[in-house]
C-alpha cells in the first residue's frame, strides 16, 4: 500500500518526533563548526608549532580525508549495527577528536586528531540525514533534513564567533577544544534517540518498529499505515552493491546522488566558506578585522537564508527552489566576475561586490545547500539506501576536496574574473541538470519513489504520485 499525503489530509506533528528530529540534526552543528573552526585557529597553531605552509595545508585537509573515509565505513556500519549506534559512534569521535586537537603537543598527534574529526563529520553527514529522512512523517521530511543544514550553517557560524572571540588571546586549543562541549550534548542527545523503524524492520524486528512509530505518529492509524508500507519495501532481499550489480534502476538512483553532491559543490559555495576573507580581500577590503566581520556576516547570511528553504521546501517542493537557487547563484557569480574583471576601485563598488556576495549564499542556502541532502536521502530504495547514500555523501567530500584544492590555483591561473565566470558556468550546468534529471518528492512517501524507480520511470518522474 502507498502512503500517498495527496490523497489524506496532512497529518498533526508529534511534539517527540521534532524533539527527535532536532536531536538528530545536532549532528549538522558538529560538522559546521569543525568545518569552520581551522581557518581561525591556522594562523596561531602555525605559529606556535612552526608549520611550513604544506604542514598547514595537510592540517585542514585530513580533516577531508577523514570525512570521505568516515563517510565510506559508516554504510557498511549503518547496515549492520543500526543508524543509532554508527551515530553514538560518531559523537564519541567528535569528543575523542575536540580533546586531542585542544591538548596537541606536536604535529603528529594534531593530524591524528583532525583525522579523527574528519571521520566523525564523515559518519554525521552520512548518518543524520538519513535517520531524519527515515523518521520524519513525510509532510515534513524536507523541512526536518533542512534543519540539518540549518545546523551546519549555524556551527560554521558560530565556529567564526568563537574564532574571533578567541583570537584576541591566540588561544588556538580553546578554538577547537570548546567544540567538545556540544560534542558531549550530541553524544548524551543521540543515546535518547530511538532507532530507526525502517532498519528495525530490516533486521525482522517488526514488534520494536511498531513501537518506534507508534511513539513517533500522532494516531495509530498513520503509524500501521507506514509499518504496513515499509514492511513491502523490505522485502527485496539484495542489498548495496549486490544491489548495484544487478539492478540497472537502483545504478540510476546511485548515480543521481553522486551528481547531486557534485553539484551542490560545483556551484562555488564552499569556495566562499574556505576562502571568505580571500574573496574580501580580492573586493578590496584590506584590514584583517574588515575580513573578519565581513566572514561573519557571511556566516550569518547563510543562517538566516537556510530559514527560507525550511519554510518552503514542502510546499513549494524541491525543484522550482533549486532552479531559482542555481539562478541566483549563476546571476551573481556572473556579475561579480563582472566586476573584478573591470576592476573595484570606489567604495560603492565594494559594497556592490560584497551585496552580490551575500545574495549568492542566499541563493545557495535556501535551494542546494539542503535541497541536495534531502534529495539524496530520499532518492534511494530501502535495500540499497545505505550503500547509495554512501556513495552520494562520499562524493560531496571528494568534491569537496576538489574544490577547496584548487580555488587558489584557478585564481591565479585564469584570473579571479575567470574563476567566478567558470563558476556561473556551472551554475547554468546545474539549471539544466536539475530539469533533465531531477525528481519532485514533495509529499510523496519513500516507499513511493522506490516503487516509481524500481518500475524503470525516468528519473525525473519517480517522485510522482502513484
Ligand atoms: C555543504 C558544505 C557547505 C555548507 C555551507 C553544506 O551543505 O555540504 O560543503 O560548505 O553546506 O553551508
Redesign the pocket.
Known sequence: MTTNIISRPIPQTNRQTLLVCFMAALAGLL??LD?GVIAGALPFLAQEFGLSSHQQEMVVSVMMLGAALGALCSGPLCTRIGRKKTLLIGAALFVAGSIGCAFAPDLQILIVSRFLLGAAVGVA?FVAPLYLSEIAPEHIRGSMISLY?LM??IG?LAAFLSDTAFSQSGNWRWMLGIITFPALVLFGGVLTLPESPRWLMMKNKSELAEKVLLLLRSTKADAHIELEAIRQSVQMKQRGWQLFRANSNFRRSTCLGVLL?FM??FTG??V???YAPKIFAIAGFASTQQQMWGTVIAGLT?VLA?FIAIGLVDRWGRKPILKLGFSVMAICMTLMGWMFFTGISSLTQQYVAVTLLLIFIVG??MS???L??VLCSEIQPLAGRDFGVTCSTMA?WIA?MI?GATFLTLIDTIGSAGTFWLYAALNVVCIVLTLIFVPETKNISLENIEKNLMAGLPLRSIGNPR
Open positions: 560538522f559546521g568545518m553527514s543544514q551546519i550553517t560554521i553532491q551542490q559543490q559555495m564552499t566562499i566558506m574556505y547563510n537556510t545557495f542556502a542546494a545547500g539542503p541536495i541532502w560531496n569537496n574544490i
